[in-house]
């Protein structure tokens, strides 16, 4: 039972990520695709600037509100 993650946990880390979106989308930079595809290679490469925006996102959003 330990493994399983609590429900209310779970709802909390995505109304985080969720708030934090629009500054992880700002801080990633990435253009828009405007109407054209991307192989699955660029695809993995945007979503691991995402992930790395996300993280920069979340310490500046604790740094901000006195956490740590």
Request: charged residues 25%; aromatic residues 6%.
């Amino acid at each position: 039972m330990a493994d399983q993650a609590n429900p209310n946990d779970l709802q909390q880390k995505y109304r985080q990520f969720l708030d934090l979106l629009p500054l992880t989308v700002t801080l990633a930079g990435l253009p828009t695709s405007e109407g054209r595809l991307f192989s699955e290679e660029q695809i993995e490469a945007r979503g691991m600037t995402i992930r790395a925006a996300y993280r920069v996102a979340r310490n500046v959003a604790r740094e901000c509100l006195g956490g740590s």
